[in-house]
């Protein structure tokens, strides 16, 4: 029988990605989304796997037994992936909207496994990067706000895997900037907020048309992280383990605009900045990460930014504005 497995926020950049390689290598998945027409159009961009995909409507992931329903099933479930978090560059309230949600979403769907899912092996949650935020530091402002809370969260399950010590194990998956094809979104106005990035970068729509700041120097395509999390769930060795989940060596924004501009000549709103020029920063100014833990466990291999770029802006062009 094909394993079975939970996946939340199936209708987010990475979860798409994620859906798509489990239903490709046979796996039986059943998708939380918040409302009927985020199941109509996974269905739909899914259709030659109905017969693999179910589907529950979680609402809203803070709410108590939230998940409860979800990891309800006949036979049982062998795997839950958990990639919903909650993200508002808006917020009214950071601590309601952002912080809160996304703890209490990572603990429902482990208490939920806990107390409704015995045939649950292992639990995967999609973290983020080093930070050493505080909670006070994260009510500052919602970008920090949303780091803050993936760090909370990820605290927060291995703190219930020491104290309720469930049957299932945990592995955590650290990815920094993603970047990478379009599963799931129809209109440049419907992007994630990384492929943004890249999509102003293409058209031109940065500051006073220059090559914008990089902000983070680490990066990992979306297809990788997706890979990731299957081997996650595959790997006995990653049992309670972490992994940074990031491609090779850094990057800069300059990078991007060099190699958009020469394979994609014919868009001339493509920022020329200093051509060659890198990251335009000194050594001492780079945080640099180390991923050979998850080649060494995982078997990760990881693409190049070409390889990423190529494929995402062919993607980006293609949608309405």
Avoid: C
């Amino acid at each position: 029988m094909s394993p079975r497995v939970l996946l939340t926020g199936a209708s987010g950049f990475i979860a798409a990605h994620v859906l798509d390689q489990l239903l490709k290598k046979g796996y039986w998945v059943r998708a939380t989304v918040r409302s009927d027409r985020k199941k109509q159009e996974i269905l739909s961009a899914n259709a030659q796997y109905a017969s693999q995909l179910d589907f529950a409507i979680v609402g809203d992931i803070s709410q108590p037994g939230a998940f409860d329903e979800a990891v309800k099933a006949e036979p049982g479930l062998d795997y839950i992936v958990h990639t919903a978090s909650p993200f508002h560059f808006h917020p009214e309230d950071i601590e309601r909207d952002i912080l809160k949600p996304a703890v209490q979403g990572t603990l429902g769907v482990l208490q939920a496994a806990k107390k409704f899912a015995p045939t649950v092996k292992r639990v995967v949650i999609t973290s983020s990067d080093w930070n050493p935020i505080t909670w006070e530091q994260a009510l500052a402002e919602p970008v920090g706000a949303y780091y803050g809370s993936k760090t909370f969260a990820e605290k927060a399950a291995y703190e219930f895997l020491d104290n309720e010590k469930p049957s299932f194990d945990i592995v955590t998956l650290n990815p920094p900037m993603v970047y990478g094809p379009i599963l799931n979104s129809q209109t440049a106005a419907s992007l994630n907020e990384s492929n943004t990035f890249i999509y102003n970068i293409l058209t031109g729509k940065t500051d006073d048309g220059k090559v914008p700041k990089t902000g983070v120097h680490i990066w990992v395509d979306v297809r990788d992280i997706a890979r990731a999390h299957i081997l996650a769930l595959e790997t006995p060795a990653a049992s309670n383990q972490r992994f940074l989940i990031k491609a090779d060596g850094i990057y800069s924004a300059q990078e991007i605009a060099d190699v958009l501009r020469k394979h994609f000549p014919e868009q001339p709103r493509i920022p020329v900045g200093t051509p060659g020029g890198g990251l335009g920063l000194k050594d001492s100014d780079i945080f640099l990460a180390d991923n050979s833990k998850s080649k060494e466990v995982l078997g990760m291999q990881y693409g190049s930014l070409e390889e990423m770029l190529i494929p995402l802006a062919k993607d980006l062009l293609a949608l309405k504005e």
